[in-house]
């Protein structure tokens, strides 16, 4: 899921510090956007990796081949968003290339800055996600919004062929977006609690009991494994830019928060 320093990039896109942003959070005209309920997003890089015009841009630049370039997010609406992607053979987890997909993929989280990345986003039909919450990341959500979100930090997590459970029957609103359908939000109801297995990046069996926040960024993630997009299961209504996040609800809407039913 998107991050919110994508926005601070918007206003000082070639100055931004950590000092730029203290800035912002005094200002409040500038307060807005970056308080509202936006969380993280989710990333995806480029189908195999740089494109041909990408390449020959490198090669213009003098660059020459760019072995170490990122992959790019992939966008809705690459056929690699919309399928369900591939199981990783267990014997396959140890390999030079899924241990690199796995840092690629670590690197495009933090680089956007995201919380969580699933592997089609970086245009690889692979059942591999990553997530990770900062008290950084964190700290520039209000208190109120976070403390409702039951969001907290933990660290970085890699999750391969993962199954997820959902718990219980609680559910909540709130609203998300994805580094693959950039500069929208809209609101999405998630369980509050669910359970995941799945092997580490050393082909250990893992299990984690997630609630909360953390517990959306799980279902997110796995939705893009099965090449569902959270548009596909939005409120419609709600479905908005980031600007107009903190805009109010359209009549009929659900309230944020708990599910009250
Ligand atoms: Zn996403």
New binding site residues.
Partial sequence: ?ESIQRLTHRFFPLTYTGKCLNTISRTPLLIRPVSGPQQP????PRRGHRSGLAARAGWFLGKGERKNALPDIVKAGDPVLHEPAQEVGPEEIGSERIQKIIDDMVKVMRKAPGV???AP?IGIPLRIIVLEDTREYISYASKQETTAQERRPFDLLVMINPKLKKKGNKTAFFFE?????DGFRAVVERHLEVEVTGFDRNGQEIKVDASGWQARIFQ??C??LDGT??VDKMVPRTFRTVDNLDLPLALGCPKLGVRQS
């Fill in positions: 899921m997003v989710f990333i995806a969580g990345l699933a986003q977006g994805c580094l693959s359908v997110h993630e939705d893009h997009l959270y």
